[in-house]
């Protein structure tokens, strides 16, 4: 390479490092730095937004555009910034599942074929085409790297011309020299800055194209659903960890892989070639036994960092479950006085946790003891003794420095070595640097293995989550023929790696034992459901505790599908089948969100509602103090906290109310809710022709409803279908009528009874105390 085969001596030469700091310091003003500021947005227009503007925009968040795409709206400086989104195609979705094949339960995370196979499946996420801004992120962040390498070179090389000028006492070459050294100070200095700069956009942008992947394939609408059945069918379980913290780690941990490997790698390269040079064919050979040494050293005392790494990773997603449970779950553990217990299972994980973590440290002791006595002092001996070679042997051989001729004076031929040693002394420390840096990144490729493998299996997992099977539609009825209703049970296909055993249990993989084949349950819940429900007839479902009405719900609402036998429905949404839970969802947003749920405001705005509309709502429901108690209708608030049971659940209703759907199904949706209030509820819901399919308990509401569907709950999955006022019905209420009278006859025998089984308690306390 004769560009770093000569010192800087002649203007020519000079010019190089020139051309390099004018490169760099042009780079920083040129258009293609806008690539590091790829999250600029483009303003609404050059005025600022009007008060009105900034209202709306905070309540719409985004817009619908006619394309499919949405325009995310972000009221900011005064001004209202747009920023396009485009969704992902299910034709995208479909030609990815052939890449992310289900991981084997007996596959632990290590470097080999599959971890590779693995990582080109995600890099294909995150570099889609070769004209994303990821990879312009990408090729900008390798010129810096190129650019520090080049300029590290001629610093070896000035560092020796320096010392040599010392040497030689040229006062001038050491003036001309040093301005040279602070010149090249500006595009090094500006280079290691914009180095760590790149490596953090191109982490986030990363981060960024996998989050919007995954979100699109996890929030997936019916028949889908896999943000709901994932960790039911797909046995992945704590999703929060994979879609936070491992995707971040795993973001990190490759952009900072490709600096810790490329720039070393490029160093390497270089200054082998420069040492090669100056070293000669000796001096090579034992440069790449040194290499090949290093290499089986540290190759067999590297700890398997992949696997201690996806370990750590499971441990980490169960301790930020169980803080997250305690934050969801905080009344009911209040109410129980369940504080001491939750901080027990919580301790207990945070302990397995840090006994794991612990255990790695106590591993990397011996690793890195080890890796830098070879890298350091075996690395530092070994250049010691190489570039001692041109002193020792006679014929030497620089490149860039001229042998001596006999008119030379002694002096110069010490400056010449001088200067060949301090340049090669600088070539192989930097070399040293570039290979202990090289050896350091084998163990961040094997932590980033354990990452990609948890990416690979959540990844995995959503995609082979199969379409629940449609139904048959009718928007006039419900019905199910022959239908067979079971719990689905996880796929055992599907499902993380299980992880099992501690540090000092070796890390060994579960086998899935506790998955079960095939997706339903072994006993069904309810056996040949034969029920029909036209538009204006209502039903009611009772039963028993854990006999299968919450079931039926979950197949009408498409969460669920029939082991046998069909259903048919109308369409599941605001107009169609509307679910009603027991537990009130309240989202994040303004009170008028929590009515319109799940519609957007654009939803709102464009179907012509407005405000008044929605206090009718709220008087109906008896909610219609909310808006002035809690300060408007744009109020914020963390609603679930703010609103009591039973209006969480009269909100609940109020969503009813506001979609009008042919159907509802009301699970238990008024349980906490007081019988008048109830009642004028369920009068409302009839008169606005919604037709009910209510489940409960409470026989104050057989009344509105014209049939009523009883669970029996037995082995055989037995139901009984009864018309409400009828002679049967009333049949029935009679029965039990006589059943409590005869009850209630035997009260004066039971009183007796107690008061002789009291006498007699008390005779055995007596005898007791006396003896």
Same mark, same amino acid.
């Not at 890195?368 to 006679?394: C, R």
């Given at each position: 390479m004769p560009l770093f085969s000569k010192p800087l001596e002649s203007k020519q030469q000079l010019r190089i490092p020139l051309l390099i700091a004018a490169s760099v310091i042009l780079l920083a003003r040129s258009r293609l730095a806008a690539l590091v500021n790829v999250s600029r947005v483009n303003p609404l227009g050059p005025d600022k937004a009007t008060e009105k503007d900034l209202k709306n925009a905070r309540q719409q968040l985004y817009q619908d555009e006619k394309d499919g795409s949405k325009t995310l709206l972000l009221p900011f400086g005064g001004r209202v910034n747009k920023i396009p989104i485009q969704p992902i195609p299910d034709e995208v979705f479909k030609r990815d599942a052939a890449s992310f094949m289900p991981v084997p339960k007996s596959h632990k995370p290590n470097v080999d074929k599959l971890f590779m196979k693995q990582l080109v499946a995600i890099l294909r996420i995150v570099f889609p085409s070769l004209t994303s801004k990821e990879v312009g992120l990408l090729l900008?962040?390798?010129?810096?790297?190129?650019?520090?390498?080049?300029?590290?070179? /001629?610093?070896?090389?000035?560092?020796?011309?320096?010392?040599?000028?010392?040497?030689?006492?040229?006062?001038?070459?050491?003036?001309?020299? &040093?301005?040279?050294?602070?010149? &090249?100070? *500006?595009?090094?200095?500006?280079?290691?800055?914009?180095?760590?700069?790149?490596?953090?956009?191109?982490?986030?942008?990363?981060?960024?194209?996998?989050?919007? /992947?995954?979100?699109?394939?996890?929030?997936?609408?019916?028949?889908?659903?896999?943000?709901?059945?994932?960790?039911?069918?797909?046995?992945?379980?704590?999703?929060?960890?994979?879609?936070?913290?491992?995707?971040?780690?795993?973001?990190?941990?490759?952009?900072?892989?490709?600096?810790?490997?490329?720039? %070393?790698?490029?160093?390497?390269?270089?200054?082998?070639?420069?040492?090669?040079?100056?070293?000669?064919?000796?001096?090579?050979?034992?440069?790449?036994?040194?290499?090949?040494?290093?290499?089986?050293?540290?190759?067999?005392?590297?700890?398997?960092?992949?696997?201690?790494?996806?370990?750590?990773?499971? &441990?980490?997603?169960?301790?930020?479950?169980?803080?997250?449970?305690?934050?969801?779950?905080?009344?009911?553990?209040?109410?129980?006085?369940?504080?001491?217990?939750?901080?027990?299972?919580?301790?207990?994980?945070?302990?397995?946790?840090?006994?794991?973590?612990?255990?790695?440290?106590?591993?990397? *002791?011996?690793? $890195?003891?080890?890796?830098?006595?070879?890298?350091?002092?075996?690395?530092?001996?070994?250049?010691?003794?190489?570039?001692?070679?041109?002193?020792?042997?006679?014929?030497?051989?620089?490149?860039?420095?001229?042998? %001596?001729?006999?008119?030379?004076?002694?002096?110069?031929?010490?400056?010449?070595?001088?200067?060949?040693?301090?340049?090669?002394?600088? &070539?192989?420390?930097?070399?040293?640097?570039?290979?202990?840096? #090289?050896?350091?990144?084998?163990?961040?490729?094997?932590?980033?293995?354990?990452?990609?493998?948890?990416?690979?299996?959540?990844?995995?997992?959503?995609?082979? #989550?199969?379409?629940? %099977? $449609?139904? $048959?539609?009718?928007?006039?009825?419900?019905?199910?023929?022959?239908?067979?209703?079971?719990?689905?049970?996880?796929?055992?296909?599907?499902?993380?790696? =299980?992880?099992?055993?501690?540090?000092?249990?070796?890390?060994?993989?579960?086998?899935?034992?506790?998955?079960?084949?095939?997706?339903?349950?072994?006993?069904?819940?309810?056996?040949?459901?034969?029920?029909?429900? $036209?538009?204006?007839?209502?039903?009611?479902?009772?039963?028993?505790?854990?006999?299968?009405?919450?079931?039926?719900?979950?197949?009408? =609402?498409?969460?669920?599908?029939?082991?046998?036998?069909?259903?048919?429905?109308?369409d599941r949404g605001f107009t169609g089948v509307f679910v009603v839970p027991q537990r009130a969802y309240m989202v994040t947003g303004s009170l008028l969100d929590q009515i319109i749920y799940p519609h957007s405001y654009a939803q709102f705005k464009k179907s012509g509602k407005t405000e008044h509309d929605l206090i009718d709502i709220l008087k109906a429901v008896h909610l219609a103090y909310l808006p002035s108690r809690e300060g408007g209708w744009e109020t914020v608030k963390e609603w679930k906290d703010v609103l009591s049971g039973g209006e969480k659940q009269r909100m609940g209703m109020a969503r009813l109310f506001y979609h009008k759907p042919k159907f509802a199904v009301l699970d238990e949706c008024t349980s906490a809710v007081s019988t008048d209030v109830e009642g004028s509820m369920y009068q409302h819901a009839k008169d606005l022709g919604i037709t009910l399919i209510t489940i409960s308990h409470r026989p104050t509401l057989t009344k509105y409803h014209t049939r009523l569907l009883t669970i029996v709950g037995d082995a055989a999955g037995s139901w009984n279908l009864t018309m409400v006022g009828t002679a049967e019905e009333r049949m029935g209420l009679d029965r039990e009528i006589l059943m409590l009278e005869s009850k209630l006859a035997e009260v004066e025998t039971w009183e007796k009874r107690v008061k002789e089984l009291e006498i007699l308690l008390g005779a055995g306390g007596a005898k007791s105390t006396k003896s």
């Open positions: 900008l962040h390798t010129f810096f790297l190129v650019t520090r390498t080049v300029l590290s070179v /001629y610093v070896a090389h000035l560092d020796g011309r320096l010392v040599r000028d010392i040497v030689s006492a040229d006062g001038k070459g050491f003036l001309r020299g &040093l301005g040279w050294w602070f010149a &090249l100070a *500006v595009p090094s200095s500006y280079t290691n800055s914009m180095l760590r700069h790149l490596q953090s956009k191109l982490s986030l942008r990363l981060r960024t194209r996998l989050t919007r /992947y995954t979100h699109d394939l996890y929030l997936s609408a019916a028949p889908n659903l896999k943000y709901y059945r994932i960790a039911r069918e797909g046995g992945l379980e704590g999703i929060d960890q994979y879609l936070t913290s491992d995707i971040a780690a795993f973001c990190e941990s490759l952009s900072t892989l490709y600096g810790n490997v490329m720039k %070393p790698s490029l160093d390497m390269f270089i200054f082998t070639i420069q040492l090669t040079r100056k070293l000669g064919a000796m001096g090579s050979v034992l440069l790449t036994l040194n290499y090949m040494a290093t290499a089986s050293i540290l190759r067999a005392v590297t700890p398997a960092f992949g696997r201690l790494a996806a370990v750590e990773a499971r &441990l980490e997603g169960e301790y930020r479950t169980g803080v997250g449970r305690i934050g969801r779950e905080s009344e009911e553990i209040a109410f129980y006085g369940g504080g001491g217990r939750e901080q027990h299972i919580l301790w207990n994980a945070y302990l397995r946790l840090v006994k794991h973590i612990n255990s790695i440290y106590k591993i990397r *002791v011996a690793y $890195e003891w080890t890796e830098d006595y070879v890298i350091k002092y075996m690395w530092s001996a070994a250049g010691y003794a190489l570039i001692s070679i041109p002193v020792w042997i006679a014929t030497k051989r620089s490149v860039g420095i001229q042998a %001596p001729t006999p008119s030379d004076k002694p002096e110069n031929a010490v400056a010449d070595r001088t200067e060949n040693y301090i340049s090669s002394r600088r &070539l192989l420390l930097s070399l040293a640097d570039a290979g202990g840096r #090289l050896m350091y990144a084998y163990k961040d490729i094997l932590e980033l293995a354990g990452l990609t493998t948890r990416i690979y299996t959540m990844l995995s997992t959503l995609h082979h #989550l199969q379409p629940l %099977p $449609e139904f $048959e539609r009718d928007e006039n009825k419900i019905e199910f023929q022959q239908a067979v209703i079971g719990i689905p049970k996880r796929d055992a296909r599907l499902g993380e790696t =299980a992880l099992v055993g501690n540090a000092e249990e070796g890390f060994d993989f579960g086998d899935g034992s506790d998955a079960v084949e095939g997706p339903h349950s072994e006993r069904p819940l309810v056996r040949d459901l034969n029920i029909r429900v $036209e538009r204006g007839e209502h039903l009611m479902i009772s039963g028993p505790n854990g006999v299968g009405k919450t079931a039926i719900a979950r197949v009408l =609402a498409g969460l669920w599908a029939v082991e046998e036998g069909k259903v048919v429905r109308p």
